[in-house]
């Protein structure tokens, strides 16, 4: 089956520890995206990528880091720098990245919160 | 920069009712307004795409409407029926992929 697999489903961060968070897909698509959301808020951008070996900062990217060493994967790292880190976090990929009017395809999510 | 504003926060209707809701965005250069669906701890699976230059798209019981000028969209879901029951999201394309979403609607239909 194709998809989006994102890993753990649940994680536990202690204070001062850096977490990474799992994003793998076999879309083949090129273009990757971190979003965080709060509850009962919208999705709020984190990083993206449109390329291998390329990413850029979305909206909300402090404390937060990013690879893209492999097409099919994107791990997010939550450093210790993020002082308010407990939230469900979600990723997803599109085909290109570049063309308008492409349809987003989701992970289905790592909760993360603060022990 | 773009914000985008889903009301209600949460709605709940009885089993066939018709139904819309709600999503308003501030700037009208929009690409395209994207539907999402979320079940509760899950990911969101993509419903409807309005590019700009359309003003409505239909799939199966869903009918959404674009009208930028007026910086609005809705969702119509017709016949509802518990398996609807979620928390849909709307967001607004503004640049590239880079998406603006608004806060959901939680929809609870009661059989």
């Known amino acids: 089956d194709g998809g989006i697999t994102q890993s753990p489903k649940y994680l536990f961060r202690k204070e001062g520890q850096n977490v990474t968070l799992s994003c793998e897909q076999n879309?083949?698509?090129?273009?990757m995206y971190w979003y965080r959301q709060d509850p009962g808020q919208g999705l709020r951008l984190i990083y993206y990528?449109?390329?291998?070996?390329?990413?850029q900062k979305g909206d909300i990217a402090e404390g937060y880091s990013v690879s893209r060493e492999k097409k099919e994967s994107f791990p997010l790292t939550v450093t210790s720098a993020q002082k308010n880190p407990t939230a469900f976090y979600l990723c997803?990929?599109?085909?290109?990245?570049?063309?308008?009017?492409?349809?987003?395809?989701f992970g289905s999510g790592t909760q993360l919160s603060v022990l | 920069k773009q914000e985008v504003t889903q009301i209600p926060a949460a709605l709940s209707v009885p089993e066939g009712e018709n139904l819309v809701l709600n999503c308003s965005f501030t700037?009208?250069?929009?690409?395209?307004l994207q539907w999402f669906r979320q079940d509760p701890g899950k990911g969101l699976t993509s419903l409807l795409l309005?590019?700009?230059?359309?003003r409505e798209q239909t799939s199966g019981r869903l009918n959404a409407s674009l009208d930028k000028s007026s910086g609005r969209s809705t969702l119509y879901i017709a016949a509802s029926q518990p398996g609807d029951s979620a928390t849909y999201l709307c967001?607004?394309?503004?640049?590239?992929?880079?998406?603006?979403f608004g806060g959901g609607t939680r929809l609870m239909v009661k059989p």
């Open positions: 997803a990929s599109s085909i290109q990245g570049t063309v308008l009017n492409e349809k987003l395809f």
């Open positions: 879309l083949n698509h090129d273009a």
């Open positions: 990528s449109q390329i291998v070996n390329d990413f």
């Open positions: 700037d009208s250069a929009i690409y395209n």
């Open positions: 309005i590019q700009s230059s359309q």
């Open positions: 967001a607004g394309n503004n640049a590239g992929n880079m998406l603006t």
